[in-house]
C-alpha cells in the first residue's frame, strides 16, 4: 500500500498478506468444521482444541486482529517520527483509506435485513462505535466491522499520542500499557468479561497500536542486519505458534478466565518483535513472490472485510465439500481452494472500484519544518 506519507515498505504489505490470509484460513477452519461437524449455524460451545500446534494456533487465527493492529501502529508512527502530524489531514487520510467499502457494507447490510434498521444503531456504528452494543447487526456484512470501529477510535487518538510519546517512548508506552492494564484489571473486578473486554474494546486493544507505535520507533533507533532481523522474526513467530497453542489448550477463545486482561499485551510484544525482524529481514526482498504476496497485502482491507461474507455464504447455501472426510482438513482444503480464491476475486474488483479512487484523493498530513521545527518524514 503506497502513501503520500512515507515511503513504499513492500514488508508492510507481505505483514499484510499474511494477517489477512490467517484470519481467513482461521474463519474457515471454523465455520466450515462446525458445518460439517453439526449441521448448523456455527457456535462456540464446540471451539476446535486440536492437538497439532501448529492447527491449534490456527485455531487461534482471531490474533490476525492483533497482527493488523500492531502493524497500524507500526506503519502510520514509521512517518510520523520526523516530523508533526496535522489531525484534521491524518483524519481525512484514514476515512478515505477505510470508510467507502464500509459504508458499502453498512448499507448491503441494511438492504438484508432492513426490518434490523434502527436510526440509533446506524449513526452508532458509522459514528466509529460499531464494537458497542446497539450498533447495526446485518451478519454476514457486519461481521468484521467492529474491528474497524477500534481502528477509528485509536486513529482519533494518534495525533495526540505521537507528541506524547515523544518525550520518551519507552516509558511512556510502558506506563500507557500499565494505565491499560490496570483499569482492565478493575473492570473485570467490577463485573466485565476479560475476554470481552480484552477483545472487542479500545481499552482493551489500546497497548496493541502503542506498543506498534514503539515499535516503530525501536526499528529506526536500533536498526538491524538481514540477517539478525530473520532470527529475530523466526524466533518470535516460533513463541507465537506455541503461545497460541498454550491459549487453545486452556480453553480458546471461548474462555473467559481473568488472566485474559494481559492477553492483548502478549500478543502485541510477539507480534512487534516478529514486525521489526520481518521488515529487517524482507524489505529488500524482490522477486515474483514479493510481488505477489504485496499485492495480496495491498488489497488486504478488501480481503478482510468480504472473506467472512464469501465464507458465510458458502455454509448457507450448503456448498462445502467434503474432500477426505476429515472435518478439519476438509475445512482447509475448503477455505484455501474455494473459498479464497473467490474472496481474492471479489476483493480485487472491490479495491479497484471502491478503495483506490478515494485512496488516490489521500495528501500529505506531516507538518512542514516550519510549522514542526524539524524535517518532515
Known amino acids: ?142 461481521s468484521m466491522l467492529w474491528t474497524i470501529a477500534i481502528e477509528w477510535q485509536f486513529y482519533l487518538l494518534f495525533p495526540l499520542l505521537v507528541p506524547v510519546l515523544r518525550s520518551g517512548w519507552t516509558r511512556q508506552v510502558l506506563g500507557l500499557v500499565a494505565v491499560l492494564l490496570l483499569f482492565r484489571g478493575v473492570a473485570v473486578l467490577a463485573g466485565g468479561n476479560a475476554r470481552d473486554i480484552g477483545y472487542l474494546t479500545i481499552v482493551g486493544r489500546l497497548d496493541q497500536f502503542l506498543i506498534g507505535m514503539w515499535a516503530a520507533w525501536a526499528f529506526r533507533s536500533w536498526p538491524l542486519s538481514r540477517r539478525a532481523g530473520a532470527l529475530l522474526a523466526g524466533a518470535a513467530l516460533a513463541v507465537v505458534i506455541g503461545a497460541l497453542a498454550m491459549f487453545n489448550a486452556a480453553g480458546g477463545w471461548p474462555a473467559t478466565p481473568a488472566w485474559k486482561i494481559a492477553w492483548p499485551t502478549l500478543e502485541a510484544l510477539l507480534w512487534a518483535a516478529f514486525v521489526i525482524g520481518y521488515v529487517a529481514a524482507a524489505n529488500s526482498a524482490d522477486g515474483l513472490w514479493s510481488r505477489a504476496v504485496a499485492r495480496i497485502g495491498e488489497i488486504s482491507y478488501s480481503i478482510y472485510l468480504v472473506h467472512f461474507i464469501v465464507i458465510w455464504m458458502l455454509v448457507r447455501y450448503d456448498l462445502p465439500l467434503a474432500f477426505t472426510g476429515r472435518f478439519a482438513v476438509d475445512a482447509l482444503l475448503e477455505t484455501g481452494l474455494v473459498a479464497l480464491p473467490v474472496t481474492l476475486a471479489i476483493a480485487g474488483l472491490t479495491y479497484a472500484f471502491v478503495e483506490r479512487p478515494f485512496l488516490r484523493l489521500r495528501g500529505r498530513y506531516h507538518r512542514d519544518a516550519v510549522d514542526s521545527g524539524v524535517q518532515a518524514a
Open 1 to 142: 500500500m503506497r502513501s503520500p506519507n512515507i515511503r513504499y515498505l513492500p514488508a508492510v504489505d507481505h505483514l499484510r498478506a499474511y494477517a489477512a490470509l490467517l484470519i481467513v484460513f482461521y474463519h474457515g477452519l471454523h465455520l466450515f468444521s462446525y458445518h460439517a461437524r453439526f449441521q448448523q449455524d456455527f457456535g462456540i460451545d464446540h471451539w476446535l482444541q486440536p492437538a497439532n500446534p501448529l492447527l491449534a494456533a490456527l485455531a487461534e487465527g482471531h490474533t490476525a486482529v492483533a497482527l493488523f493492529m500492531v502493524l497500524s501502529g507500526f506503519i502510520l508512527t514509521l512517518g510520523a517520527l520526523d516530523g508533526g502530524v496535522s489531525a484534521w489531514g491524518f483524519i481525512r487520510n484514514r476515512l478515505l483509506r477505510t470508510y467507502p467499502l464500509f459504508l458499502l457494507l453498512v448499507f448491503a447490510g441494511i438492504a438484508a435485513f432492513p426490518d434490523r434498521f434502527t436510526w440509533a444503531g446506524f449513526l452508532q456504528t458509522i459514528g466509529g462505535l460499531g464494537n458497542l452494543p446497539g450498533a447495526l447487526v446485518t451478519p454476514p456484512f457486519s
